[in-house]
């Protein structure tokens, strides 16, 4: 918790100084409650004036200090060009045919190298044609016998 003093010599230093140092001097009670809510005086909204002791502020640019860093610059730079060929990308996929085709209605090229669905086939005497490999008894679960 602050002193009072600290609290009415950072009262002087806002625009309502008067105000809160006229309270002060009327009373022999501190200008401030020790109350949570009330520790810090209320401005009434105004943000402006000086800014109080041991405040540090960030010095002004110079004329010979550049605004931005190399990086900055080079930053910029490669994003403009990056977002200038995303946007080419973008045009010349906007102007390609749709590669979508209505399945049910249309079917697509079947390729020469096409055999059929898998499945496992088996001749009129019950025996499976398999070229030996058992993948398709694995996949299937069916047992030779």
Same mark, same amino acid.
């Given at each position: 918790?602050?002193?009072?003093?600290?609290?009415?010599?950072?009262?002087?230093?806002?625009? &309502?100084?008067?105000?809160?140092?006229?309270?002060?001097?009327?009373?022999?009670?501190?200008?401030?409650? &020790?109350?949570?809510?009330?520790?810090?005086?209320?401005?009434?909204?105004?943000?402006?004036?000086?800014?109080?002791?041991?405040?540090?502020?960030?010095?002004?640019?110079?004329?010979?200090?550049?605004?931005?860093?190399?990086?900055?610059?080079?930053?910029?730079?490669?994003?403009? %060009?990056?977002?200038?060929?995303?946007?080419?990308?973008?045009?010349?996929?906007?102007?390609?045919?749709?590669?979508?085709?209505?399945?049910?209605?249309?079917? %697509?090229?079947?390729?020469?190298?096409?055999? %059929?669905?898998?499945?496992?086939?088996?001749?009129?005497?019950?025996?499976?044609?398999?070229?030996?490999?058992?993948?398709?008894?694995?996949?299937?679960?069916?047992?030779?016998?």
């Amino acid at each position: 918790m602050s002193s009072p003093r600290v609290l009415t010599a950072l009262a002087r230093s806002r625009p &309502t100084a008067s105000r809160l140092t006229a309270t002060a001097g009327r009373y022999s009670a501190p200008a401030f409650s &020790t109350s949570a809510q009330a520790q810090r005086p209320t401005l009434g909204g105004q943000t402006e004036g000086p800014a109080p002791e041991n405040f540090r502020m960030t010095p002004p640019p110079r004329w010979n200090q550049p605004k931005d860093s190399l990086m900055d610059h080079a930053g910029k730079y490669f994003l403009l %060009g990056e977002m200038a060929r995303g946007m080419y990308v973008l045009l010349e996929q906007f102007f390609r045919p749709p590669y979508t085709i209505y399945y049910p209605f249309e079917k %697509g090229p079947i390729s020469p190298r096409f055999r %059929g669905e898998h499945a496992l086939r088996r001749y009129p005497t019950g025996e499976e044609r398999c070229i030996a490999c058992k993948l398709s008894e694995g996949q299937h679960g069916t047992t030779l016998t």
